[in-house]
T-cell receptor
């Protein structure tokens, strides 16, 4: 029931781009993305709903392919502040509780 | 309140003792969740409360774990006869049901010695 995230870790230089993927074995109602910095609580980034859509703010965006039960998070022109662990959370159709992927550790270096 | 409040922030307990962790969600949020995060790991779902409905306890790892939510607001997670493998950060989150993100508290770091 837990979604699968890839890659497990990625290291970037400032200004480079990254893609983080999340896939589920179940039909999904929604996909959430969160970022957690070391020693802090996860912070909500965005939610994508059934119906297939793409959302974004600033240089972080995401897509949701409903048919493939997959979502991707796109980080463009990365900044040092983007460093942290990114989690996708999925809510299957008919469920109310969210299960999280194992996380992707993103490190942005100067 | 302005955010999700959890207490205590840190708890060290001896193996075999019982502990209570508290979560005070954002006022008006109808849904409340507990997750557990072991060092360097992802978030493991424990339990979910929604309004007056029966809680979803499917994530509780053993019968030593229990939780309640009084008056649709404050929640308490109780761990009886703690074991070393219970050591983790316990996170609480609340939300309005629907198309909303979760707001997490800062967590309780539990260490069982």
């Amino acid at each position: 029931q837990q979604p699968v995230q890839s890659p497990q870790a990625v290291i970037l230089r400032e200004g480079e781009d990254a893609v983080i993927n999340c896939s589920s074995s179940k039909a999904l109602y929604s996909v959430h993305w969160y970022r957690q910095k070391h020693g802090e609580a996860p912070v909500f980034l965005m939610i994508l709903l059934k119906g297939g859509e793409q959302k974004g703010h600033d240089k972080i965006s995401a897509s949701f392919n409903e048919k493939k039960q997959q979502s991707s998070l796109y980080l463009t022109a990365s900044q040092l502040s983007y460093s942290g662990t990114y989690f996708c959370g999925t809510i299957p159709i008919g469920d109310n509780d969210m299960r999280f992927g194992a996380g992707t550790r993103l490190t942005v270096k100067p | 309140g302005a955010g999700v409040s959890q207490s205590p922030s840190n708890k060290v307990t001896e193996k075999g003792k019982d502990v209570e962790l508290r979560c005070d969600p954002i006022s008006g949020h109808t849904a409340l969740y507990w997750y557990r995060q072991s060092l360097g790991q992802g978030l493991e779902f424990l339990i979910y409360f929604q309004g007056n409905s029966a809680p979803d306890k499917s994530g509780l790892p053993s019968d030593r774990f229990s939780a309640e939510r009084t008056g649709g607001s404050v929640s308490t997670l109780t761990i009886q006869r703690t074991q070393q493998e219970d050591s983790a950060v316990y996170l609480c989150a609340s939300t309005l049901v629907g198309s909303y993100g979760y707001t997490f508290g800062s967590g309780t770091r539990l260490t069982v010695v």
